[in-house]
């Protein structure tokens, strides 16, 4: 699976939309691009996947550029429950027998 | 959508005591579970992939003879961590593939001490 690189750590005031970055220049084309997030003490929890066009659930939006090699993951109104580590993760659909690969995400604090 | 349930949430155990964690799909069949360990401030790393009816795959650098994995049906798959030491107090998670379409379910994480 390819690498992903995010920020460490970002900030957002509630109510406002938060925009998480992610790089994974090294994608290939049959590989997904999924984001996960894990508020403290608590498993992962599935928000959105994407391949190349952009995908928009109940929960956020992912934009994946035209080149694959970026996206963002947009929470469009933030709340306080947001709070939590957000993994950027790609591999490839298809494959149930193989493990997700977590890197470090990005710690979002959604400020009062 | 798709549910995994895993139990205890919380244990505390004496030094050499076994500790048995369960996870199960609650509405779908999982032939492949995977077992997560997560030390404070870390991310998650991978310990084990478990196959229903098979032997467990485990990671470079996991014991096996330590964390037993039974995965005996399609919707129960169990970790025991065997003569448990305080090195071994961690948060542990298991995921399941359901639909592909939706990625992996997690459990809500075992903090054992």
């Known amino acids: 699976d390819a690498k992903t690189t995010q920020p460490t750590s970002m900030d957002c005031a509630e109510g406002r939309a938060a925009n998480l970055p992610c790089n994974h220049s090294?994608?290939?084309?049959?590989?997904?691009v999924y984001w996960y997030r894990q508020i403290h003490s608590q498993g992962p929890q599935y928000i959105i996947h994407?391949?190349?066009n952009n995908e928009t659930n109940e929960m956020a939006s992912l934009i994946i550029t035209e080149d694959r090699k970026s996206s963002t993951l947009i929470l469009p109104h933030a709340t306080l429950r947001d709070t939590a580590v957000y993994y950027c993760?790609?591999?490839?659909?298809?494959?149930?027998?193989?493990?997700?690969?977590f890197g470090s995400g990005t710690q979002l604090t959604v400020l009062p | 959508g798709a549910v995994v349930s895993q139990h205890p949430s919380r244990v505390i155990c004496k030094s050499g005591t076994s500790v048995k964690i369960e996870c199960r799909s609650l509405?779908?069949?999982?032939?492949?579970m995977f077992w997560y360990r997560q030390f404070p401030k870390q991310s998650l790393m991978l310990m084990a992939t478990?196959?229903?009816?098979?032997?467990?795959?485990?990671e470079q650098g996991v014991e096996k003879d330590k964390f037993l994995i039974n995965h005996a049906s399609l919707t129960l798959s169990t970790l025991t961590v065997t003569s448990a030491h305080p090195e071994d107090s961690s948060f542990y998670i298991c995921?399941?593939?359901?639909?592909?379409?939706?990625?992996?379910?997690f459990g809500s994480g075992t903090r054992l001490t």
């Open positions: 995921s399941a593939a359901g639909d592909d379409n939706y990625g992996y379910t």
């Open positions: 090294t994608i290939s084309g049959n590989e997904y």
């Open positions: 994407g391949l190349k």
């Open positions: 993760i790609v591999r490839v659909a298809g494959s149930s027998a193989r493990q997700l690969t």
């Open positions: 509405d779908f069949q999982a032939t492949t």
């Open positions: 478990s196959n229903e009816g098979s032997k467990a795959t485990y």
